[in-house]
C-alpha cells in the first residue's frame, strides 16, 4: 500500500493481492489513516485497485470479490474516495455512482458524456480494458453464463447486467483512458487505441 499526492489530487494504491482477512483490514486502515493525514486539502481522492469491484468479466460473484466489494467499498464510502480505478478484467466497465454497496441509478441508462452530479459518500469505479494485450475477457451476464460478442444494447434488452454496473463495453481490442482533473470536476476519458473511437466518457462533478 503507498499514496502519493499531485496537485489537488490525492493517489492511494492498495495491495489488493492480500485478500485475505488480515490483508483487507490492512488496507482498509491505510485507507482511513492517509485520508485523514493527507486529504483534508484535496478536492479528489482517488484510489488504485488491481481487482475490479463491478465488472462483467466474469468474477462478480467470486468469494475473494465479493469479500473486497463488501470489506472495502463502505469504507471508500466514509472516508470520501470519489473514483476507483481498477483493471485485471481487460474489458471496460462503469459502475453507477456506489454509496457503500447500494448503487444510485438515474432516470436515464448510462451513456458516454455522461455528467454524474455527486453527493456525500458516492464513489464512481472504473474497470479499464487493456491497453496493449491480446487477452481479453467475454462478457459474463447475471445469470453466470459467458456471451461472446455481446453487446450493452443487446445485454439491456436481455436483462442481463449486473444491478450495479451502469455502463460496458467490450470490443476485444486495447483502450487507454485520459483522466482529467480540475478543481470542480473530474472527467475519464476512453479511447479504442485500435482506431481512436469513443468508448466512454464520463465526468465527476461535486
Same mark, same amino acid.
Given at each position: 500500500?503507498?499514496?502519493? /499526492? #499531485? ?19 490492512? #488496507?482498509? #486502515? ?43 467499498? *463502505? ?16 474489458? %471496460? ?28 459518500? /458516492? ?13 481479453? %475477457? ?9 456471451? *461472446?460478442?455481446?453487446?450493452?444494447? $443487446?445485454?439491456? $434488452? ?13 470490443? %476485444?481490442? *486495447?483502450? %487507454? ?5 480540475? #478543481? ?23
Amino acid at each position: 500500500n503507498y499514496f502519493f /499526492e #499531485q496537485n489537488n489530487a490525492l493517489f492511494i494504491a492498495l495491495n489488493s493481492n492480500r485478500k485475505d482477512d488480515a490483508g483487507l483490514a490492512e #488496507q482498509a #486502515q491505510f485507507v482511513r489513516d492517509t485520508v485523514a493525514a493527507h486529504g483534508g486539502d484535496k478536492d479528489w481522492i482517488i484510489v488504485l485497485n488491481h481487482f475490479a469491484f463491478h465488472s462483467h468479466g466474469g468474477r462478480y460473484t467470486d468469494d475473494d470479490i465479493v469479500r473486497m466489494r463488501n470489506v472495502l467499498s *463502505p469504507v471508500f464510502s466514509e472516508v470520501g474516495v470519489d473514483v476507483v480505478l481498477n483493471g485485471h478484467d481487460h474489458m %471496460y466497465n462503469r459502475s453507477y455512482l456506489m454509496n457503500g454497496l447500494e448503487p444510485v441509478v438515474p432516470g436515464a441508462p448510462a451513456e458516454p458524456g455522461d455528467v454524474l452530479h455527486q453527493g456525500p459518500g /458516492e464513489v464512481l469505479y472504473l474497470t479499464l480494458s487493456t491497453a496493449g494485450g491480446g487477452k481479453f %475477457y467475454d462478457f459474463e451476464g447475471n445469470d453466470g453464463n459467458e456471451y *461472446p460478442g455481446m453487446t450493452l444494447a $443487446e445485454a439491456r $434488452e436481455r436483462n442481463l447486467n449486473r444491478p450495479t454496473i451502469a455502463f460496458w463495453n467490450q470490443d %476485444y481490442t *486495447p483502450d %487507454y483512458s485520459v483522466v482529467s482533473v480540475e #478543481q470542480g470536476s473530474l472527467n475519464i476519458l476512453s479511447v479504442n487505441a485500435a482506431d481512436g473511437s469513443l468508448v466512454d466518457d464520463v465526468t465527476l462533478t461535486k
